[in-house]
């Protein structure tokens, strides 16, 4: 059982340029979300989905789309990089009407 | 601006002391919180809940304090160990978009144990 895996763990990105975070969970859990976290900062809630097919809008959703096209993974999409996207991303999944959420190790993303 | 933010940056004890890592949140109709501990360059992982129909939970060397009258929330962690070097958030769940409810963060606490 290998909880919430993310990919990649590192990446350097030119401005402009576009990427996918990839999160998968293997605990069938029914929602998941994606957050960053900055320097000195808590994390950020950017975009959650409550079901496949099913995304919102976090606390900074802007310059990111998020897609759940299966139940198990939960994509992040940087269509334009930016260097203020310069952060650690985190993904986590949770159960259903349960708060208690579950995080991946993080992907830490530079953008120059 | 958050609802949920944190007394200290950064905490220091000694290996053997009980350490006390503090929270305020300003939402009095906020019913959950939770704790979460971050080692460096991991993942936050659950440590312990508090519903707010309780006004303390004990958990294996744990202890989360709430009291709703002040807003305020408290871990204790007992006999603190060089593995408990951390950083410490608290959590609330929010309502987002969809009706449903995200966790808030507050910015964390830094633990440091020295030996």
């Known amino acids: 059982n290998a909880g919430v895996t993310q990919t990649p763990k590192f990446r350097v990105l030119k401005t402009g340029q576009s990427m996918t975070l990839l999160c998968a969970q293997d605990?069938?859990?029914?929602?998941m979300y994606w957050y960053r976290q900055d320097p000195g900062m808590g994390l950020r809630l950017i975009h959650y989905?409550?079901?496949?097919?099913?995304?919102a809008k976090g606390e900074v959703p802007d310059g990111y789309n998020v897609s759940r096209l299966k139940k198990q993974n939960f994509l992040l999409g940087l269509e334009s990089a930016a260097p203020s996207q310069t952060s650690v991303y985190f993904c986590?999944?949770?159960?259903?009407?349960?708060?208690?959420?579950?995080f991946g190790p993080g992907t830490r993303l530079l953008v120059l | 601006g958050e609802s949920v933010g944190l007394h200290l940056p950064t905490l220091s004890v000694q290996e053997g002391d009980n350490s006390i890592i503090n929270c305020a949140y300003s939402n009095s109709a906020s019913d959950y919180f939770i704790w979460y501990k971050q080692e460096s360059g991991k993942g936050p992982q659950f440590i312990i809940d508090?519903?707010?129909?309780?006004d303390k939970r004990q958990g294996q060397r744990v202890t989360v304090l709430l009291n709703k009258t002040v807003k305020h929330l408290s871990l204790q962690i007992a006999a603190t160990q060089p593995g408990d070097s951390a950083v410490y958030f608290c959590?609330?769940?929010?309502?987002?978009?969809?009706?449903?409810?995200?966790?808030?963060f507050g910015s964390g606490t830094r633990l440091q144990v020295q030996p």
């Open positions: 605990m069938n859990h029914e929602y």
């Open positions: 989905s409550v079901g496949e097919g099913t995304t």
């Open positions: 986590a999944s949770s159960y259903a009407g349960q708060e208690t959420q579950y």
């Open positions: 959590a609330e769940p929010l309502f987002g978009d969809t009706g449903r409810r995200a966790l808030t």
């Open positions: 508090i519903r707010s129909n309780m």
